[in-house]
Nanobody, 122 residues
Framework: QVQLEESGGGLVQAGGSLRLSCAASERTFSNYAMAWFRQAPGKERQFVATISWLYGRTYYADSVKGRFTVSRDNANNTVYLQMNSLKPEDTAVYYC???????????????WGHGTQVTVSS
């Protein structure tokens, strides 16, 4: 079983930056890919970015391209989400997820963290 724990959320001003971290208990075939999703109040969970442990392949949602960067530190079983040029619309609970392949659907991931709140003020 893979355990995931997010951290790094907080309140920032529009245009500011924040870096989220997701620590995984292990790397196996069951968590070949790691991803970030977010969910705002009253809205469905939305894909943000994903990355593979082995080769670092990445994919981003159109809404965050050019502003967010996902990366990984294999030695520490940790993935990051660097968020720049933050907008109020980025406000949400951000979740880390693990699955067997790169996927933009929440159903493609088997393990989830509990989330970390990101609030962007205008």
């Amino acid at each position: 079983q893979v355990q995931l724990e997010e951290s790094g959320g907080g309140l920032v001003q529009a245009g500011g930056s924040l870096r989220l971290s997701c620590a995984a208990s292990e790397r196996t075939f069951s968590n070949y890919a790691m991803a970030w999703f977010r969910q705002a109040p009253g809205k469905e969970r939305q894909f943000v970015a994903t990355i593979s442990w082995l080769y670092g392949r990445t994919y981003y949602a159109d809404s965050v391209k050019g502003r967010f960067t996902v990366s990984r530190d294999n030695a520490n079983n940790t993935v990051y989400l660097q968020m720049n040029s933050l907008k109020p619309e980025d406000t949400a609970v951000y979740y880390c997820a693990a699955g067997r392949s790169l996927n933009t659907l929440s159903s493609g991931y088997d393990y989830w963290g509990h989330g970390t709140q990101v609030t962007v003020s205008s």
